[in-house]
């Protein structure tokens, strides 16, 4: 058996660790590798094995492997402040367990010294430290010893607290180039430590022993950021001190020498100005004349202002520092003495405006100036005028001598008075014009006229000189009279001019235009306006026309004078073909003679033009139809003026689209004088309009608003009903309007409760005819249907109440003697207490019925209703009765009978009155009742309205109205137009019947209209009462009048009647 053995030979260590100790260096450990033998033994002797273990565990002893450890010594900071410690590791790596070691200390107190041991074998790896240096350590083991290698060294610095601040002398953060500074090091409690200083920028580290740092010449490279440190020794110094900025200027400062504009009284005052910089001291000089050298006034003050008396040259310097720095010299001022006289400045002649050409002096004054030698100084506009007289004189202004004017006068060189007061002259370039008026330009016969001549400038002096003729005549003597200056009163004819004229030598303005001044003749003019309206409107035609009463076969030229914006032309006519507001105003006019003599003016008329078109406003009455009624048509045109023809429409509906078409009434194709209209047998809803027109051409005024006329009553043609088939509904109740009638098309229309026309789009949905309303509509309203053939159906009013109570009731009228039924709805809950009806705001009823049945309406039942529950009341509804015709098996014969005999009769009649009327106009033929009306057709309207109102009256007392119409050929122009006479009469006619036979009426009343063919167009009327002879009746002993019948006749000559 074979075994290797290393063996490590030590030799000449211990001679290279005392040369380091000699040296004071980090020790630096040197091992040789000695021959290493491998013992070969073999296993045969017993001595030899003992010797090989003996030799073999010695030097396992020794040393196992070759080489040594170096220890890592680490520090938590490298910096001590104040009394605190630092903690130092020392750290031999691959070493299991620190324990079996020991630990030698080592400090150095700069890089040239040599270690010191501060500690030796001690067990502690950590230890705290409180003073500044340079530390490392190593390890080692007892028995035999041995060392680690020096661990790396660690540096330890010491900071003081005591305050370093560092300051500027002098204190100016900006300096210039050349100046002089020193930063200061300041160590607050230093006391007699010996304190080294450090400085940065880096450069200004030599030396850096210092506390402070002189710049004795300062360049732009000296600009930085300054601060410093004190140092005790290489690893003990003081924190940072602050940092103090410098910016050196390339350029020396350059004063700014300023002076007061407006002197004080006796002194002026100066400023020097440094900017940018502080501390300053002034140094003051002074020139008294242009060639002479400064002098010196005051050195060294640190006021920037002073205050001079004396006139001169002066500068300034600023200068600051030890050795003083100084700046360039400022800007020379130069200062006038001013002296006390007082200057004015005048003008001569007084006049601040003049004309081109005019001369002018203006006069510089000093006040005490006495026999001083004075040279004056004038400016225009802050420049210079070349003249050192007193007197500026301008002997021909132009436009560039306008301006503001000073002067002053002067001494010397720099001493003069104050500025004088300016005087503002104004050039204007054109010669100004006279201008010439008359009150008059004819001379009323024995009187005079006064001229007026003026010159509209805002400068005065003028004087005026008069001609007549030609212009180059002399001008007018005192043979006229002269009011005062610019007015004369002449009593002459002829041509007039003027002229002004002011100055010496004079300037005279331009000549005024002339004006011509005539005598009067006794002939009048007057102005008359076709067509005759003084007011007219925006667009019309008219004519103003100039006429001379008694003018004779003389040749007149006209004038014409007005108030408007247009002049007019000078003929004997005027015509606005389409008129203006600028045409309004009062037109008058007079006539010349070729001989100049002329008529005085005429009296004005006044033209008012409108500047808007005119509007019609239509008023239909009634608003709702009951049987029989007539229909009334009023037509106003706003701003109510004459001339008008009235033409009226009545609207057709177009569907699909949401417009009308307009049709002419059939009396209306060629207008109505009236303003009135009566529709008569209107029997459905109707929508009209109408228009006015006036003048040739003609002018037409805007369409009115259309109108509607409403009726309840139901036709076969369009017809509206609602479902359900009441007045009131709740919000939440489905309401559906339907159109019914002979058409494949509708449309619903509505006039809601915020009065507008709206579609079922708007409330509801349109299906077909049916119109659906909306749940949440809610709004009072009156709806009805309009159809794709042009016709409108029944209206009927609606109320979606978002309440808890309605009242229902019907729709539709309700026909006189039929059973009616209102009740009292509730949205929620049920009646358990009386319910109370009201007609009119009357208490009708008061019960636990929740109904009002009426057996049998009557008209009299007609009003507004309303119920109320338990302090709840629904809205009121108006409930219509329609009037029934009475049923009776005589009546057609009654009828008929008095038709024909009536008719016969009523012929014989009119036959025998149109005999009186053409023999007589003025006499009366019908003795009994009877009343003749000329005038007219508005008196038409007014009796035919007052035969509406008998109906009217007949309808509300339930007699039967039969209507009857004969016509032959009408002419509906004669009709509409010129005078016509209207004759009633009353006739009695007498049936004889059979006692105890009475059959329907017994009172009938027949109505003719009858229209003659004649020269006057007359039309008479005629009404005949047929009375039964019989008794009345009795119904329970009570006696009723007999029912009257009322037949209305409109009967025409050469009509052939068809009975």
Request: glycine share 8%; charged share 25%.
């Amino acid at each position: 058996m074979c075994v290797k053995y290393v063996l490590t030979h030590t030799a000449g260590k211990k001679t290279a660790e005392a040369k380091k100790r000699e040296t004071g260096s980090r020790l630096i450990r040197s091992e040789e590798q000695s021959d290493v033998s491998v013992l070969d033994v073999k296993m045969g002797h017993t001595l030899l094995r003992v010797l090989e273990l003996f030799l073999v565990n010695t030097l396992l002893y020794v040393h196992a492997e070759v080489g040594h450890p170096k220890p890592r010594l680490t520090v938590d900071t490298n910096i001590i402040h104040g009394k605190n410690n630092v903690t130092l590791t020392c750290s031999v790596e691959g070493s299991a367990d620190w324990t079996v070691w020991k630990y030698d200390w080592f400090k150095r107190t700069s890089y040239s010294s040599e270690a010191q041991s501060i500690r030796n074998g001690v067990p502690e790896n950590i230890i705290g430290v409180s003073e500044e240096g340079l530390y490392n350590c190593r390890g080692r083991r007892e028995d035999p010893p041995f060392y680690t290698e020096y661990s790396n060294e660690v540096t330890i610095q010491k900071i003081f607290s005591n305050r370093v601040s560092l300051t500027l002398q002098p204190n100016w953060t900006q300096i210039f180039k050349g100046e002089t500074i020193t930063l200061r090091c300041q160590i607050e409690g230093g006391g007699g430590t010996d304190w080294t200083y450090q400085w940065t920028p880096e450069r200004l580290n030599i030396p850096p022993t210092n506390n402070e740092y002189r710049i004795s010449s300062a360049t732009e490279s000296d600009s930085g950021e300054y601060r410093c440190i004190g140092r005790r020794d290489s690893y003990s110094s003081t924190g940072w001190s602050n940092t103090i900025t410098l910016t050196v200027s390339a350029r020396k400062p350059e004063p700014r020498l300023t002076a007061d504009n407006i002197p004080v009284r006796g002194t002026v005052r100066l400023t020097c100005s440094v900017e940018g910089s502080a501390d300053w001291k002034y140094d003051w000089f002074k020139r008294t004349s242009d060639s002479s050298k400064a002098q010196s006034i005051r050195n060294g003050v640190p006021h920037k202002v002073i205050e001079v008396s004396e006139g001169g040259l002066y500068h300034c310097r600023g200068g600051r520092g030890d050795p003083p720095f100084y700046t360039e010299e400022s800007n020379e001022v130069t200062v006038h003495g001013t002296v006390s006289n007082r200057v004015s400045l005048t003008l001569q002649p007084n006049r601040t405006q003049i004309f081109r050409g005019e001369t002018i002096t203006l006069r510089c004054q000093i006040e005490g100036g006495g026999g001083t030698d004075w040279a004056y100084i004038w400016i225009k506009d802050k420049l210079n005028i070349p003249s050192t007289n007193n007197e500026y004189r301008i002997s021909s202004a132009t436009e560039s001598d306008s301006g503001k004017y000073w002067c002053k006068g002067r001494r010397d060189s720099y001493s003069s008075t104050e500025w004088s007061n300016f005087i503002t002259l104004t050039v204007s370039p054109n010669r100004p014009k006279a201008e010439l008026s008359a009150d008059d330009r004819d001379i009323p016969v024995g009187g005079s006229v006064t001229l007026t001549c003026s010159v509209k400038t805002s400068s005065s002096g003028w004087k005026y000189f008069w001609y007549r003729g030609e212009k180059t005549s002399e001008p007018l003597t005192t043979q006229d009279v002269l009011l005062s200056t610019g007015r004369i009163r002449v009593s002459q004819e002829g041509v007039y001019w003027c002229r002004g004229g002011r100055g010496e030598p004079v300037y005279y303005t331009e000549y005024s235009d002339s004006i011509s001044i005539n005598k009067i003749v006794v002939n009048k003019a007057v102005v008359t306006l076709q067509p005759n309206w003084s007011e007219i409107f925006s667009g019309e035609t008219i004519t103003l026309r100039c006429e001379i009463k008694n003018g004779g076969d003389t040749e007149w030229e006209y004038e014409w004078k007005t108030t408007s914006s247009r002049k007019p032309s000078n003929q004997n006519e005027v015509s606005i073909t389409s008129a203006y507001v600028s045409h309004s105003g009062d037109y008058r006019c007079k006539g010349r003679k070729k001989n100049k003599q002329s008529t005085d003016w005429s009296d004005p008329i006044k033209l008012t033009v409108s500047d808007e078109k005119p509007k019609s406003v239509l008023t239909v009455s009634p608003l709702w139809l009951n049987a029989g009624d007539s229909v009334t048509l009023n037509c106003e045109v706003e701003h109510p003026s004459a001339g008008w023809r009235f033409y009226w429409y009545k609207t057709v509906p177009k569907l699909p689209d949401y417009s009308y078409s307009l049709e002419l009434l059939p009396v209306s194709s060629n207008g109505t004088e009236q303003d009135s209209y009566i529709v008569h047998g209107q029997t459905g809803t109707a929508r009209y309009v109408c228009r006015a027109e006036r003048g040739d051409p003609v002018y037409y005024t805007q369409y009115s608003e259309p109108k509607f006329v409403w009726s309840r009553d139901f036709h076969s043609s369009a017809s509206l009903t609602v479902s359900p088939d009441r007045v009131q509904h709740f919000t939440s109740d489905s309401v559906s309007l339907n159109c019914e009638g002979n058409s494949t098309e509708w449309r619903v229309r509505g006039l809601t409760g915020n009065r507008y026309l709206s579609y079922c789009s708007y409330w509801g949905t349109m299906t077909g005819s049916t119109c659906n309303m909306y749940s949440s509509w809610q709004s009072d309203g009156v709806f009805w249907c309009e159809s794709g053939s042009g016709e409108f159906s029944n209206a009927v009013n609606i109320s979606l109440q978002d309440i808890n109570i309605i009242l229902v009731s019907p729709v539709h009228p309700v026909t006189e003697g039929d059973p009616v039924s209102l009740s009292c709805k509730l949205r929620t809950g049920i009646f358990d207490s009386n319910v109370f009806f009201y007609r009119n705001d009357e208490l009708i009823q008061n019960d636990t019925r929740k109904e009002r049945n009426i057996s049998a309406v009557s008209k009299s039942d007609e009003g507004f209703y309303k119920c109320q529950y338990s302090e709840e009341e629904s809205p009121q509804s108006w409930m219509s009765v329609k009037v029934s015709r009475p049923e009776s098996s005589s009546f057609p014969v009654g009828l008929i009978v008095g038709l024909v005999c009536g008719t016969i009769l009523l012929l014989l009649i009119l036959l025998f009155l149109l005999y009186c009327y053409r023999s007589s106009k003025d006499s009366r033929c019908i003795s009994q009742s009877e009343r003749t009306i000329q005038g007219s057709d508005t008196n038409q309207v007014l009796n035919q309205n007052e035969a509406q109102g008998a109906v009217y009256s007949t309808l509300l007392h339930g007699g039967p109205v039969a209507y009857e119409s004969i016509k032959g050929t009408e002419d509906t122009e004669n009709v509409a137009g010129g005078s016509q006479d209207v004759t009633y009469s009353l006739i009695e006619l007498k049936n004889i019947k059979k006692k105890g036979k009475q059959h329907g009426p017994e009172e009938s009343t027949v109505y003719s209209d009858v229209k003659t063919r004649t020269a006057d167009d007359n039309l008479m009327y005629a009404q005949v009462n047929h009375h039964n002879k019989g008794k009345a009746k009795k119904t329970k002993g009570i006696p009723h009048p007999a029912p009257t019948e009322a037949v209305y006749s409109e009967v025409k000559p050469g009509t052939s009647l068809g009975l």
